[in-house]
């Protein structure tokens, strides 16, 4: 069984990688706050689209589909740690 490496995952991911990568996120993230500024009300409603998972009718607000996401998106980086703890035994601080 081969051990996992004692360096960091940023340590052994390639430069240009994480580049493209941080360069792809801040656009997300302009592009992500310039939507969400554009919104006159986050109390504003979107009918959600005919799923067995949804009510017949049911909608979502602005305010509860932003909350979603940051929820999801600590959930997954929670994961993406743990991760990253396994494989280069570093916890977090």
Not at 76 to 81: L, S
Request: glycine share 4%.
């Amino acid at each position: 069984m081969c051990l996992p490496s004692t360096r960091s995952w940023s340590a052994r991911r390639p430069a240009a990688l994480s580049a493209i990568d941080n360069a792809r996120y801040e656009r997300v993230a302009v592009r992500s706050a310039e939507i969400i500024a554009s919104v006159p009300d986050l109390s504003a409603t979107h009918p959600l689209p005919e799923a067995p998972w949804h009510e017949p009718g049911a909608t979502r607000s602005v305010r509860r589909v932003l909350l979603h996401v940051i929820v999801e998106t600590a959930q997954h980086a929670g994961h993406a740690d743990i991760l990253r703890e396994t494989l280069d035994g570093q916890k977090s601080s």
